[in-house]
T-cell receptor
Framework: QQQVKQSPQSLIVQKGGISIINCAYENTAFDYFPWYQQFPGKGPALLIAIRPDVSEKKEGRFTISFNKSAKQFSLHIMDSQPGDSATYFCAAARGSTLGRLYFGRGTQLTVWP | NAGVTQTPKFRILKIGQSMTLQCTQDMNHNYMYWYRQDPGMGLKLIYYSVGAGITDKGEVPNGYNVSRSTTEDFPLRLELAAPSQTSVYFC?????????????????FGPGTRLTVL
């Protein structure tokens, strides 16, 4: 059973465009929602994270939007660049599970010039 | 700091062979994790540890074993390798603190081990 559902599986965006990746969850006990970025041949690395007590968090060109009532959150990449081409994973965790993360299946983003 | 290191980077095993994937972190993190990553399937937790001497199963523990004798090391053992264990394996660590019962910390991943079982 997939605890966090992520879409789309792949995304192609033109340079300068907006990339949007969506995730949904069922467990209302989740209290931490990170996004990880993974380049080919590397391990995932934390990109940005949000808690359910805020609806949006922005860091540079990356923004997480969070909708608690819909149990959905999304990653927006503004002014997408070829260097953003990577696989993006959303994840969720709850405080009682000692840091254990539940990952979505990933979105392969390609930004072409 | 080297962060999280994993060895080997690549390995080919024959069915039925055994091997140990090594993971070491130098950040003095209490929490360590092993994941496997299969194409289009995201990362699945195999085992995790909250400190030396303490380990617990994740989502997909069958066919694997772990031990945690020190804070730094968290090896993953494959016994009787099967083709279904062909995957990329990632080790991660975190200092995980809970603030008021809430998860707070980042997981730091190693570069991975690509394992093929033939």
């Amino acid at each position: 059973q997939q605890q966090v559902k992520q879409s789309p599986q792949s995304l192609i965006v033109q340079k300068g465009g907006i990339s949007i990746i969506n995730c949904a969850y069922e467990n209302t006990a989740f209290d931490y929602f990170p996004w990880y970025q993974q380049f080919p041949g590397k391990g995932p690395a934390l990109l940005i994270a949000i808690r359910p007590d805020v609806s949006e968090k922005k860091e540079g060109r990356f923004t997480i939007s969070f909708n608690k009532s819909a149990k959905q959150f999304s990653l927006h990449i503004m002014d997408s660049q070829p260097g953003d081409s990577a696989t993006y994973f959303c994840a969720a965790a709850r405080g009682s599970t000692l840091g254990r993360l539940y990952f979505g299946r990933g979105t392969q983003l390609t930004v072409w010039p | 700091n080297a962060g999280v290191t994993q060895t080997p980077k690549f390995r080919i095993l024959k069915i039925g062979q055994s091997m140990t994937l090594q993971c070491t972190q130098d950040m003095n993190h209490n929490y360590m994790y092993w994941y496997r990553q299969d194409p289009g399937m995201g990362l699945k937790l195999i085992y995790y540890s909250v400190g030396a001497g303490i380990t617990d199963k994740g989502e997909v523990p069958n066919g694997y074993n772990v031990s945690r004798s020190t804070t730094e090391d968290f090896p993953l053992r494959l016994e009787l390798a099967a083709p279904s264990q062909t995957s990329v394996y990632f080790c991660a660590s975190s200092p995980t603190r809970t603030s008021g019962g809430r998860s707070t910390d980042t997981q730091y991943f190693g570069p991975g081990t690509r394992l093929t079982v033939l």
